[in-house]
């Protein structure tokens, strides 16, 4: 069993999707549920840790069911209300004890907050059905736009973070593909394919910024293709960034790994 005071510590950061830089978090979450429907399989899924269940209810319609888990009462209470037919459980993974088995396992965003990564890969993947497959996403370290504020002196190295990652966020620790694979080795898992999510060259808080006051009418000689039939390009160009992120996961804002026990 884990210490009330690491339930305390996760219950303290308030940085949630749908409060901070929520348009870009809004098209970050969609496309990291996108994604994730790429490498799913079976019909029921865990989703850890779910927070205030934005992508949790994405996934609801893919699922005959879906269960959430988060250490965070209020982000859950946000949760339940999105889905209130849904099962939601408050507590850390590491005390998190169910009957019932998986075919499908979400770990978006949690290693980085974790005291032991290790023994948190190993739990959840001990909530797998056989043949059941492990989804973690992480925050790169790599990523260009950490790489270009490198270069730029706003960040000392990739691997640096920041107060808004340790204070709002309550990161612990940073991830690169081989620190993240090298993780997954040590708890005795299987990585069955690898990626990235959305090729991002600005800061989370430009790119939420660009996405709400971006010159995206033709007529501003921004994004839009002149002369062309008139389209959403705010949502083309997310699109691009993820289709762009799939040829380059090294520079994308987020990595993955599918799993196996």
Not at 180 to 185: F, G, N, Q, S, W
Request: with cysteine.
């Amino acid at each position: 069993m884990t210490s009330n005071s690491e339930k305390e510590r996760q219950e303290s950061f308030v940085w949630s999707r749908s409060e901070f830089h929520s348009e870009y978090n809004r098209y970050l979450a969609h496309y990291k549920v996108e994604s994730c429907l790429e490498n799913m399989v079976g019909d029921n899924l865990l989703d850890i840790a779910c927070g205030d269940g934005l992508m949790t209810e994405m996934f609801s319609h893919h699922f005959r069911k879906v269960v959430g888990v988060d250490a965070n009462g209020a982000h859950l209470a946000v949760a339940r209300k999105r889905l209130p037919d849904s099962d939601f459980y408050e507590c850390l993974i590491e005390d998190l004890s169910l009957a019932e088995k998986f075919s499908t396992v979400t770990m978006l965003d949690l290693l980085e907050h974790v005291e032991d990564p290790v023994v948190v890969l190993k739990k959840a993947a001990s909530l797998l059905v056989e043949g059941g497959r492990l989804i973690v996403h992480v925050p790169n370290a790599k990523a260009i736009n950490r790489r270009l504020a490198v270069l730029m002196g706003t960040l000392e190295s990739c691997e640096e973070l920041s107060p808004f990652d340790i204070n709002i966020a309550g990161h612990r620790r940073s991830y690169s593909m081989a620190t993240l694979c090298k993780d997954i080795e040590l708890a005795g898992l299987k990585v069955q394919s690898t990626g990235g999510i959305f090729y991002k060259i600005l800061s989370t808080p430009q790119m939420d910024w660009f996405l709400k006051n971006g010159l995206w009418e033709e007529g501003g000689f921004g994004w839009g293709r002149v002369g062309a039939e008139k389209r959403d390009w705010r949502a083309e160009f997310c699109r691009a960034s993820y289709e762009l992120g799939k040829q380059h996961p090294e520079d994308c804002n987020i990595i993955y790994a599918c799993i196996t026990k």
